[in-house]
């Protein structure tokens, strides 16, 4: 039986209305399901970002933000070094 209903739902002639009505309703099921999903994505994102203030730094997280501040430090000295008016004398 069912794949005579089957048969029958594929053979049934549809009027153009009813291809544009079934095209939008299929349009407006997956706009709803992207919506839904941004919304969900956007709630993880949230939640992560918290979690990730409330976890403590780990130590080599710690070890390579005082490297970076480090060189960072060291770069900024050298650039003024360059700069210095003093130097640009000799």
Sequence with gaps: MKDMERINAATTI??????IQ???????????????SKMRKAKMMEMDAQRAHKVKPTE???AEKN???TLMSKAQKKMDEDLDDVKAMN
């Design 67 to 69: 490297k970076a501040e």
């Design 60 to 62: 080599w997280q710690v």
């Design 14 to 19: 549809k009027s153009k209305e009813q291809l």
């Design 22 to 36: 079934e095209k939008h309703l299929l349009e407006e099921q997956k706009n709803a399901a992207l919506a839904k």
